[in-house]
Antibody
Framework: EVQLVESGGGVVKPGRSLRLSCTAS????????MSWFRQAPGKGLEWVSFIRSKAYGGTTKYAASVKGRFTISRDDSKSIAYLQMNSLKTEDTAVYYC?????????WGQGTLVTVSS | QSALTQPASVSGSPGQSITISCTGTSSDVGDSNYVSWLQHHPGKAPKVVIFDVSDRPSGVSDRFSGSKSGNTASLTISGLQAEDEADYYCTSYTYSSASWVFGGGTKLTVL
């Protein structure tokens, strides 16, 4: 059974950093692109970033709202995708989800809550 | 502002059919075989209900169907049920930038 579990969320002050993890099981993690999404309170789902598999160069893409502050990476030996979030802003407060990527966003985790507040 | 345009809300009564549109450009929806629709119940993990324009994942009701005409994709839900009340998002792969674009979401209310 495919399973994605996000972790690393919490309460952090503006300007600080946080690293989220997406731990995968039940499939060949290294063969898949991975993506991060978020949903801020009262707002819609927003795509944040994605990373291709190593076979496709491991290239990355970011939403304009996080480019230069967030970094996506992967450790295929541990089946984990990461989202390093730096210079956090209050508007980054959201539930963050990870998903697998094929021709669609196939499998999803339950999300982890990030609260940026002073 | 989202790259793909969806209506903010649609509604229908149980048993009725509704259609949600998703309008893009010739560089994304119009040029892509990889248009998907995500269903999101707040507080739960999102779920794909349609992928590759009109394919349905196993386990998704055949009441859900997808289509595309020109730069507009559509999601139709027939025989509306209370459990269909959710937010729906369209997404399309765009070859020019080798990335994905998204709609802003449509809130479906089952009256």
């Amino acid at each position: 059974e495919v399973q994605l579990v996000e972790s690393g969320g919490g309460v952090v002050k503006p300007g600080r950093s946080l690293r989220l993890s997406c731990t995968a099981s039940g499939f060949a993690f290294g063969d898949y692109a991975m993506s991060w999404f978020r949903q801020a309170p009262g707002k819609g789902l927003e795509w944040v970033s994605f990373i291709r598999s190593k076979a496709y160069g491991g290239t990355t893409k970011y939403a304009a709202s996080v480019k230069g502050r967030f970094t996506i990476s992967r450790d295929d030996s541990k089946s984990i995708a990461y989202l390093q979030m730096n210079s956090l802003k209050t508007e980054d407060t959201a539930v963050y989800y990870c998903s697998t990527v094929t021709t669609t966003f196939q499998n999803w985790g339950q999300g982890t809550l990030v609260t940026v507040s002073s | 502002q989202s790259a793909l345009t969806q209506p903010a809300s649609v509604s229908g009564s149980p048993g009725q059919s509704i259609t949600i549109s998703c309008t893009g450009t010739s560089s994304d929806v119009g040029d892509s075989n990889y248009v998907s629709w995500l269903q999101h119940h707040p507080g739960k993990a999102p779920k794909v209900v349609i992928f590759d324009v009109s394919d349905r994942p196993s386990g998704v009701s055949d009441r859900f169907s997808g289509s595309k005409s020109g730069n507009t994709a559509s999601l139709t839900i027939s025989g509306l049920q209370a459990e269909d009340e959710a937010d729906y998002y369209c997404t399309s792969y765009t070859y020019s930038s080798a990335s994905w674009v998204f709609g802003g979401g449509t809130k479906l209310t089952v009256l």
